[in-house]
């Protein structure tokens, strides 16, 4: 965000250049006409990045792979964390907000099924590495060295870590957490897993965002979480609202008692004004988008078939 406050700069891959076709639901937001600065920069190039912000007042730093894969996981996500509180430092920014992840926060086998998970816990490294969770191992390590590199190089620095984000689709491609919903509507999943997820609403996320960056007394990290569901209670929902799918009724583990919600706050998010969108809006909201998009058919309904039969 530029200092004079009316425009904002914007960051593409590299290889996908500012007037890619991925990047024209970024062109067609409201005022992104007069306002919308879009300029090529990778996480892993130090000049690129400068670039980028340099003139900014503050920085929103999201882009990150997502990704299970070790390599393209970890140096970018770290590095490119780095890079960026470095070259907002290097700026002079006013603040950057760090969008960090649950996975920073919850991966820690020692915790007690009564412990509330909040701004306070981290995820265990080790764990997180023995159990080949590269996204959460990454996204701990990014969280960490930008606290490290903010304290050394004295930039005010506020995370939102968000859980799994849900909600209608911007761009024209399915990201992963859209996946684990398309999943449950597309018949490719028969069965649900015997786990457990935390959802947010990216109205909300996006408003969290905006929250910690403009409260002056905001600090430290905040966890952007509405509910946690067991997939049970996410393949109800979605067939309440949506019985013309083929959404799984069976749990894939029918031995061990069925996992329970982990407990959780968002009171710092709350406290900042945040009234957080249920989860049964955004997965309605979820699939509506899906359907408008084309990437889920929309069923013949009842009436449908007998119009087309008369
Ligand atoms: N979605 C969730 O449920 C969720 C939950 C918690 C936290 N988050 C965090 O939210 C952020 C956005 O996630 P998302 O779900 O929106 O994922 P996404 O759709 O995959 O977006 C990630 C973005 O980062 C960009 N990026 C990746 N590597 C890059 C690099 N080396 N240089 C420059 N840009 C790069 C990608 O650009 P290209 O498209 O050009 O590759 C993409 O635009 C991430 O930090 C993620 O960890 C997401």
């Not at 991925?22 to 690129?48: F, P, Q, T, V």
Request: aromatic fraction near 8%.
């Amino acid at each position: 965000m530029p200092v004079d406050g009316s425009s904002v700069s914007g960051t593409v891959c590299v290889t996908g250049a500012g007037d890619d076709p991925k990047n024209s639901h970024l062109r067609e937001l409201e005022g992104a006409k007069d306002r919308l600065i879009l300029c090529k920069a990778d996480l892993l190039d130090y000049g690129s990045l400068r670039d980028a912000i340099n003139g900014c007042e503050g920085v929103f730093h999201t882009a990150s792979p997502v990704t299970d894969d070790p390599e393209q996981m970890v140096e970018p996500a770290v590095n490119g964390t780095t890079n960026v509180i470095n070259a907002a430092a290097e700026a002079g920014v006013r603040r950057v907000v760090f969008t960090s992840s649950i996975g920073a926060v919850y991966m820690d086998p020692n915790r007690g099924p009564d412990v509330v998970v909040d701004e306070t816990c981290w995820s265990d490294l080790e764990f997180c590495k023995n159990t080949k969770n590269w996204y959460c191992y990454g996204k701990a390590v990014a969280e960490q060295a930008a606290w490290d590199v903010s304290k050394e190089k004295g930039v005010d620095l506020v995370v939102v870590n968000p859980v799994l984000v849900l909600g209608p689709l911007l761009q024209p491609t399915v990201n992963a957490s859209i996946i684990h919903i398309l999943k449950y509507l597309t018949g490719s999943a028969k069965t649900y897993a015997n786990s457990v997820q935390a959802y947010v609403h990216v109205k909300d996320v996006a408003l969290a965002h905006i929250l910690v960056y403009e409260t002056p007394s905001a600090s430290g990290r905040y966890l952007c979480a509405e509910s946690v569901l067991h997939r049970g209670d996410v393949v109800e929902i979605l067939a309440k609202f949506f019985p013309e799918y083929p959404i799984p009724t069976k749990c894939s583990d029918q031995v061990k008692p069925r996992v329970k919600p982990y407990k959780f706050s968002n009171k710092k998010l709350k406290d900042l004004g945040l009234e957080f969108i249920s989860v049964k809006q955004c997965l309605y909201e979820t699939v509506k988008s899906l359907q408008d998009k084309g990437h889920l058919p929309i069923p013949p309904q009842p009436e449908d078939s007998l119009r087309i039969n008369s």
